[in-house]
């Protein structure tokens, strides 16, 4: 069970709503009163004190007020034997992202991709074994995000993992998506190396046209650098309009 007690109001309130939230059973106490012996996870902040002599068998979990969810993780996960961290990661223009803790999902994200690896980042920055998992849909999209990592990654294959979507579940596939890569295992790899296809380069430079005032599209060789992540579609057009 875990054991909230603090006397920092900010960990008091935002660790209390999201263990409420996730449907946890917890208790709270005063710092210094007894503590439950059925307790294996004690949540404070780090300026509350304790008696050493009675909580040495605990696991003490300290919140930062600003991320409370962190300290609920942090708990969940010892109470689960420390889980490892799995990041599952369905690319795409909007990365379904999942975070498992062991089999667990304890939080999932739909961003857009130059958000991904910050948020991907956050998440394991406290995890001592991660690991990220990333579909093979979406090369160029997938490169792009595994080029901007610094972690263990392994690329999955992701046929089947999108599930049938019924009706209200609009825009949870890339989510599921991510959850189910997560719990395949990939092969370590440390970059992508992609050639765009033809019709990938047409895209882009159709994009470019869309994006331009005066209907400008790129060349092949300014397109193929958008795909390789070295220019945005907007630098693309900046250098093609100083040619």
Do not use: W
Not at 19 to 25: K, M, N, S
Not at 200 to 229: M, T, Y
């Amino acid at each position: 069970m875990i054991v909230v007690a603090t006397e920092d109001f900010e960990v008091y309130h935002g660790v209390v709503t999201d263990l409420r939230e996730r449907g946890v059973e917890f208790t709270t106490v005063e710092p210094g009163d007894a503590i439950p012996e059925r307790a294996r996870v004690l949540i404070a902040s780090p300026d509350d004190e304790f008696d050493p002599d009675t909580d040495t068998d605990i696991e003490r979990v300290e919140a930062d007020p600003e991320e409370p969810r962190r300290a609920v993780d942090r708990a969940l996960a010892t109470l689960r034997d420390g889980g490892r961290t799995i990041v599952g990661v369905d690319p795409g223009e909007r990365p379904g992202i999942a975070v498992l803790s062991g089999e667990v999902v304890v939080a999932a994200f739909h961003v857009p991709l130059a958000d991904a690896a910050g948020v991907i980042a956050d998440e394991i920055a406290d995890a001592a074994d991660p690991v990220v998992r990333i579909g093979d849909g979406a090369r160029l999209k997938g490169a792009s995000l595994i080029d901007d990592l610094d972690v263990p990654v392994e690329l999955v294959d992701e046929t089947g993992t999108t599930p049938y979507l019924g009706t209200g579940a609009r825009g949870m596939g890339d989510v599921l998506a991510a959850v189910n890569i997560a719990r395949r295992s990939g092969d370590r790899i440390r970059e992508r190396t992609v050639e765009p296809t033809v019709g990938e380069l047409d895209v882009i430079k159709a994009r470019s046209r869309e994006q331009s005032d005066g209907n400008r599209e790129i060349n092949e060789g300014l397109a193929r650098r958008v795909a390789a992540g070295e220019l945005t579609i907007e630098e693309a057009l900046s250098e093609h309009r100083s040619r």
